[in-house]
């Protein structure tokens, strides 16, 4: 079926060709999906999405998720002509320096960019998770005649998404969730880079995902706005289940070689750009031509998102006359704004004399007195509650029963998890935890990046951090994944030594707007370091600080440790100190945050002069380096751990006082 | 339905008890799934299994994998029954050090433990490498009258693993690869940690699995030994489709909290060991019970294995009467040897003169040459082949219609790419290789450290390794990931800085038998580095070595530099000998061959007298410090990149030829 004339043909043509000539500009990019799927886009945005082009942080506006993120020239073409801040000038710098077009779509640097996608699969969840989000915030705040909370959750989707395991995952759980305000629209253009999805896909998708849950709709032809909106329709009418809308659609529509894997991830050419515009009725000149029709068309939204966004403003006022706490506490969740006192139910957890509490346990305490007051905190864990401790008593579970419930189950999706948490961030009203065994941070990693990139505040538990573990043995033991995720560039890994650090290490969590945090959480039972209450480990907000020190003034010997291994440290200080050498025990839970400190207070813990130093800690040596030098020395993992119990291990690896002391010996008697 | 009386009935409680007693002596473990699915597992092991005992190695053996590899126990106990040189004072010995009955089954501790498993949805998508490895030997070298390869690859499978996402990917792909002679029992007990599975997994399995194109049976009941040996028939009886034999059980059956998660993962219990056992009319005493009549019994297995075995070696001798030169290469594949000359293809594949060629060209050029001798090789990529140059030129897809093609295409899910060529390396016979960019490396990490753990040779190519992609931007270019994959241990992780040394970065990954490597290869065009053929290049395999100096003796200050960066450390070399400073400019490909070397090697190439130290490399800093120490410094990236021409993002980030001889003049000037 031929495309609608006259406007609509003249708009998605408009969206085509700025994405074709923005790609032909930049020499690189992906011109073939959003040529294909832009009918797809354009029925989507002109006749259904809830947004103010004018404020894209209008909190109820409709989610819409570009998840083959290399399809970026679609979504900036439509936030060009909708009317947000995104002038053509923008679209003709198309992935170059410093503009806000960048290859794939960035959350933060783009006025309507919803979230970063690119790597496939990962918008598909993370849509789920803002989902969840809009469940949520309805349940907990929406009343009779005031829907408040109510809107959309849109993603276009293609093949090499649903070919992504975390979409599988997320998509199950979905299902499980009867998230019915989901409605994906799948760019099926049975195409992928090696050729045919024959190759690898071969699945029968309507079925699959009937089996997760879904109401599949189609296959449709997309590109018969008809059918398109039609399918939308019965999406929005299904509210019990999620909706897949299967469009069955041709990659690099309109050029020459149309329909073949050839148009996917590079420009037309020139010949190719100009047959695809001869034969699609477009002109040749001028590029990134916009004709005005469109643009005043198009350019409709930018009032109609201002009524609707005013109309709801006033719904707001009309609530918060009528349930102004519940409208106070909505408008700090929507804020992400920690609310007065909320820090308060810290204090005193873990009076002098607690006796030895694993770092889950106190954690567990701490995430449960926080959320006494934070009433945003929202999360659970892969199947591992019981273990992680990460259980809000009281709190019920988030369910399609009950969506009011602060406990999520996600089953053991580790990898959903962690795009899920991402999108309840994205949404805001939400600060969201993960919880799962450390090992396990492997299978979340690439939402934990998109995290670090987007810099949301995301809260990972990750206990069972070591061989501490014992008996579960190597699988289960992380040694690397201190370091590997140490390496990702803004996110906090936090690894408290004790109670207290733990309660500093939520604390500190919880203060991080600007990044995802880490808690390296211990599976067996650590003393208190410190005997003042705690006071001491609020030092763990500088990443590290001096711990106890047997003289004033420069020592003979550094002594590193985090986690439970801090203990270590202490406990060879200690013995040292008793043997005449002057030491500093240094308790490092964090380099992220100690290397944030200015090169004074580094200094002051660490004197460039003392470079007899010992790190210890549970894991690969590798990255201590930066503390402890050349000269310096480290008590730690050569590789994979072993099934044992965990004092037997740490015996056998060689983690202990006397390790560290004989290191420490070794160093003062070659320096 | 009760279970059959007598020996099948006696064989299974021993299991059962066998798993619960030495949990309840470990202190430790996971008594629910071995209590639940012994049924289903002895009822394979006794009436289908083909394996000899007392040759664990034979290649035609059935593959079976214990996919929730926290049932060990239950492996265990069957393989100790059936005569595998695994005696009962190992059972007795579960989760202790030195034990080869590890928390979980552990691939070269146990023999008979074909795959380590443990983290959910890994053995599920091993075992989909082995029916690969099965089905290419099969196609390659039976002939008429001589079904030489020809065996089944089972799996058990949980509730857990069906969630995973890996799980997901791998399914499908076996549905589209046509797998027939993949069979699944899936132990569906309805229960996970945090309670029912009705929490987070109401979705239709079965619909699932028909959606990908398998045979799904069941539900039979998981304890009617009849209905499962007649499903795993039927099972038998399709070829063309995987089969999935969905299994009702009771976690934990017999015990006093059976079908609730407290048996799945701790000890039952004094009283509850007792209550269990008495309900299944088992004596309480003596632990570790095997009643004669069952050590017969299942004792048969190994007179069975042994004739079977047998009979197939006779079968071996007259096919390598008939087919001599295939029996030869059969031979040397399954053998895991590489063959005669097999590296000669490598020789002036490079002369002297070739021009700028981006590693992953030469990567693409290496791999093509060696391929010609090394008929092993087989691999592909996640749908990036065109990219990542992986393919095999002219020897075909690897596909149902196909199972003699050595490309393969794994589609959009590089985490059943990275556990399927692990299973099929553990099958035998092929040594198989996988492809990405190094971005989605995060996608396929749980299955790589799972081959570094079991020191199999899988390849890993990875390409567009960093800022160097250029436009793709930060969603596309890896920062961390070179560090997070050197923290893994026994993973060689080699960044060759040119064509030369890209061939021999292929050679030392052919060479390392005993665990995984990862070649990092550019997007970018590289020029050569060496004016000899390459014959420096050698270098490579100490993992880093002097690329050139200004003077003999130590000098001034040293450059070190990996892959695409190399070359700016030997541009900075010379301007900064040009200005009379004695410089050693050190090629690094790869950290873990050089601290694999003598101290004195080490020593030679980093003299630790020469403080004066400046490491260049597109990518975080973090680790380089184990080579430059506190006193030097290190030309990389500070955070995330962004989407820009290659050459502008070196410029804009500082990594360039500049800012290496600025660090080094600083560097002097300091010391």
Redesign the interface.
Known sequence: MREQPNLDHLSINTLRFLAADAVQK?K??HPGTPMGAAPLAYTLWDRFLKHNPHNPAWPDRDRFVLSP??ASMLLYGLLHLTGYDLPLEELKNF?????KT???P?YGETPGVEV??????QGFAHAVGMAVAERWLADHYNRPGHQIIDHHTYALVS???L???????AA??A??LRLGKLIFLYDDNDI????S?D??????????F????WQVLGPIDGQDLYAIEDAIRRAQAETERPSLIICTTVIGFGSPQQGT?KVHGEPLGEAGLNAAKESLGWPLQPSFYVPDAVKTHMGQAVARGQATEQAWQEGMAAYAAAYPAEATELAIQLSGELPADWDVGLVDLFPAGTPPLASREASGKALNALAQRVHALTGG?A?????TKTNLTGYG?F?WDQYCGHNM?????E??MGAIVNGMALHGGLIPYSATFL??A??M??PM??A??MGIRVLYVFTHDSIGL???????QP??HL??L?????LTVIRPGDAHETAEAWRAALLNHSGPTALILSRQNLPLLHDDNGAQASGLHQGAYTLWQSHAGDPDVILLGSGSETQLALEAGKELAAGGVRVRVVSMPSWELFDRQPAEYRESVLP?AV?ARVAVEAA?K??W??YV???GAVVG????G????AS??YQ?FGITTEAVVASAHKLLATA
Chains 1, 2 share one sequence.
């Open positions: 930049a690189s990019g993120g290399h992935r170059q320096w410093g503009s960048p290859g794939h960035e970063t996608t690119g790597p496939l699969g093949d090499g998404d070919q992504e395991g975390v979409t599988s995952e199950s759980l299902g499980t992928q880079i090696e050729g999805t190759l690898a896909f071969t699945e029968n998708v309507a079925q699959r009937n089996a997760y849950g894997a864990s199947d591992l509650a019981p273990s579970d369910g189950h996600f089953g053991v999706r990898h959903a090992q396990f492997d299978y990693r690439p990046r998109l670090a990139l014992g008996e579960d043995g190597p699988t289960h040694v690397e370091l590997s140490r390496a990702i560039p803004n460039s470079r690969i590798l990255g380096e930066r030098g050349l000269d993992m050569a590789g994979f072993a099934s044992a119990p037997v291990l056998k």
